[in-house]
């Protein structure tokens, strides 16, 4: 059995705005706090310095979703290569509802991380092939 100090837990941080070890990640203050999906593997992280409770999948597509990791990260995949939904969903073996979901909450998920770290950026110019696929040919 697995002990709580052989796991390395440095990926993750406190998601409490209001912990002064808010965001830091590779301390040493979070535990291991149970199984919220044990089935799964899905661990729950406790704060040491605040208390707070939360599953190892907060901040990610995956949080409060049922989803197994082994069928999101291809259906990612395909999706991120341009595949389209109907294709996605035969070649994963899931529904087109959960590939639609998934595509919802991974672009909403990629939005917030894309604003949040693409700063001043100054575009001087556009590429013909996309400005090309905006306008559409009408003939």
Known sequence: MERAH???????????????????????NLRPHGW??????????????????FSERAGTPLFRSRLPEAKAVPIAQH????????????????????VLRFAVRAGKHAEGFHDEWVRHVQ?????????????????
């Open 6 to 28: 052989e796991h390395d837990w440095s990926a993750f941080a406190c998601p409490n705005p209001r912990c002064p070890a808010f965001g830091q990640r590779g301390s040493d």
């Open 36 to 53: 919220s999906r044990k089935a799964h593997g899905i661990r729950c992280l406790r704060c040491t310095v605040c208390g707070k409770s």
């Open 79 to 98: 999706l991120a290569e341009g595949t389209g939904m109907r294709p996605t969903s035969r070649r994963c073996g899931v529904s087109l509802n959960r």
């Open 123 to 139: 575009v001087r110019q556009v590429p013909a092939d996309e400005a090309w696929s905006f306008v559409g040919k009408k003939r």
